[in-house]
């Protein structure tokens, strides 16, 4: 509790009428940012770095981290009125998002979605006010067994609840792998899967593959319907607000679980994407209204959504601490720190008070001034629906090549991009899930390091998986959680009267 | 008239079977055992290629006996495959322009292409949003971000 | 009317010449001052990650040259890291001629065409300036036993193959120093590769590994924070800064690893390349540039924050030392069994 203080002082430096315009202008720029696919967080944090030079640290932080926002908020809204994720944190957001969208109740969605954001991230942000320390030290006790028993929980919470056919979905997941492995390997320094091509050197990132699954896909698949998208109106009139919120508070243990979720995959190097199908993924698995989801049920939303914020927030807080970043925006921000000579690391909350505490207030304003600037600005977007799709299909490309152009600044990741648009046009006409591959395009690569280090430093023993409290505690909670669905269909068989005797 | 959806199905399967196998047999030469005490640089992706290849090979048996009402439908029919078309192939060409022309030339003439030949716009309105559109793009990734964008001979002209 | 302008400015023949002449003077007086301009932006290729340390140098780079205009042009930091750096040394290579694109490398530029078979040699690139060396020193948990490299060295020589080394990378620089070591010791360590600087530092205090070799720059705050120590720098010399970075210790108070009996050096070049057949004229420009960037006091501080080593290297003096730092790293990674084995680019 003796942070009020710092934080108060915190307050102080932030309320300057040049940094609140900042945070103002970073929140826009950030909204716009994640609202245009391919241009994420990272990009564009990376992108106005160079403009922070002639600013104040603090000033620069809170601009940049105001765009961090700004975009985790915009990254929902094409998920839900186009099915286009503006980020790859927002894939898991399409798929309770559109089709609440296409039955005319995206008002519902996008004030449920912005809200849960402003949970989670509050949530993350009272995390860093008050416990950094004690997370910091939590985030030491990682190393790679623990790291990888992360992965895997998180690919358990996500996988084995699908309609789908079981074995597209495996397919699907497989090729995810295989996606992440081309290119430089961290453990061997060769090439991968490169088949002796220069063009896949640098590999195939998650970024391009979102871009072209979930941007171009979906285009196609749209105009088999004709050249039109399906018009939804969105108005956010202030009522469907208030009704959505008088709502919430039915999914409390969602929100709070999802939170928990976010935090923990931020803190654990995890990322916002992953904290996102987690969130989704454990909220199907426990929840009542388990079989609405995928068809529209607000919780659905509220769970992805909530976590990705919850997890995008607290990723700074190792960011500060440790000096290790908890997402690729986060990565961009230590560089950006490192060139305006602020280390991390326990000092820099001691020597640099002002700035660690006013990038800390500055989120929990721009939490604040983030909801309110994207609750009013949604009727624009909206807006956007109703330009012809003549005009608006090919600016979308556009700016998808754009995306995937500014990835690694090469044109290849541009062709990638169509390639994968056709993939994800034939996938999601097929029944293949584009979910599992994404996830295992985003963890695949760090999941195969975090095995092949453990098994370097425990020299090929396996039982360093529950050598100690932590690794071995997530461990069992990943095996519990891919078999739950097993399990609770055993339990319920087990109690069912229908069946006559009862199991002994 | 149109694919039906099983003869799609089937088909996707067969070629991932050989995405598959091609993975199996670029991670052979990495080593696919175990090197000293951890698994060699091509261990997982072997097994992930087998995996591959041996569920796509499930998919395929299954696209070929399914004879549910679905797969006896259309995959698509070719009035809207050509929609779909007429986006796909534009794409490419711009992607293509991209290379040789630069994207903000290549943007304008596939805003412009669209608006033109998809909207039945006329040509003035075409030109005039896609010029626009471009400058502001222009302005905005030379001049404001900084991020280099690929060009093309016309701006080399104007010494870009 | 024109005519009547005429008729004023050059009344009769010998005006005419007069004109023709001072002309003539003043296009060839400013063609002798001015040499080569850049007339388009600069492209500023980095061949390591977003916030890694080529990254960080490139953009103090461009920001002292945008802070005191030392360029007519703007400079833009593009990353291309791709497949170590690979992607990046090709771009350079495939821009024959062209004067507007500079490249930052470390030693990826030869650990990574040694270790792939990357069809890319520094030769086929024209060198322009050595901007700095990176330090490289032995640091292990400050909680741990060793307060000397001989008390570590001796404990990882008596139990071989037990203490875990991390380093960035795999056949980069952080396993070439640890391959150094133990030519030089006779010890063997289990080397475990991991992504970047940051991620080993954290690793190292939270007990996972046993040391690591990384720079100055990527521990300060940590041995400030009395969480790591430093054992030896593997250098000939002694850093030069002599301000207190913890509360009793310099950077020069770190014994060099000779000195401390593990006769091991490893410098890391910071270099700045361009591409192939650019005029003299051109290269002259950057060399220029680049020196006048060195004389500010952001590169000075910057320098001194991460321990660098100075070091300016232009011209033949930069050719000699690539071409000695290639030889050393082939030797090295050939008695390592690093190179790749020959064929297309796997």
Redesign the interface.
Known sequence: MDNILPLLHGFSVVLTSYNVALMFLGILLGIVVGVLPGLGGPNGVAILLPLTFTMEPTSAIVMLSCIYWGALFGGAITSILFNIPGEPSSVATTFDGYPLAQQGRAGEALTASFSGSFLGALVGVLLITFLAPLVAKFALRFGPPEFFAVYLLTFCSFIGMGQESPMKSIVSMMLGFALAVIGMDTMSGQMRLTFGWTGLMQGVDFLIAVIGLFGIGEILVTIEEGLAFKGKSANLNPKVVFQTWARLPKYWATLIRSSLIGCWMGVTPGGATAASFMGYGIAQKFSSRRDRFGTGEIEGVVAPETAAHASGTSALLPMLALGIPGSATAAVLLGGLMIWGLEPGPLLFVEHKDFVWGLIASMYLGNIVGLIIVLSTVPLFAAILRVPFPIIAPIIIILCAIGAYSVHNSVMDVWFMLGFGAVGYLFKKLGFPLAPLVLALVLGDKAEDAFRQTMLASKGDLSIFWSNGLVGTITVLAIVLLFWPAIVSLCRRMRSPKLGQAVP | MGVL?RT??FL?AVL?FF??L??MI??Y??GIG?I???????Y??FR??A??SL??I??AV?ALLNNASEARTL??EWS??K??L???IP??A??LG??FLG?YVS?AV??A???RL??K?KWLMSIA?SGG?VAI?FWL?EFE??????KGPLEALF?? | MTSKITRCLMPNRTSLFRWLFVGALLTFSGAAQAAWQPTKSITFVVTGGAGGGADQMARLIQGIVSKYRLSKQPIIVVIQNGGGGGQGFLDIKNSPGDPHKIAIVLSNLYSVPLSTNLDFNWRDTTPVALMALDEFVLWVNARSPYKTAQDYIAAVKASPGNFKMGGAGSKREDEIVTAVIEHATGTKFTFIPYKGGGEISTQLIGGHIDSDVNNPIEHIAHWRADEVRPLCVFDTQRMPFKDKVTKTESWNDIPTCRESGIDAQYLMLRGILMPKGVTADQLAYYVNLLREVREKPEWKEFIAKGAYKESFLVGDEFTKFLEEDEARHKEIMKKADFLAQSGSVK
């Open positions: 959806y799609v199905d996707v991932i995405v598959g091609a993975v670029e991670s030469d990495l175990w000293k005490d951890s698994p060699g640089s091509g997982f992706p992930i290629g995996i591959i569920a796509s499930g998919i299954q995959f698509v809207r495959f929609l779909v007429a986006v796909f794409t490419a711009y992607i991209i290379v994207i943007s596939f805003i292409g669209f608006m998809a909207g716009f949003v559109t793009l990734f971000f900084l991020v280099p964008l690929p010494g870009y």
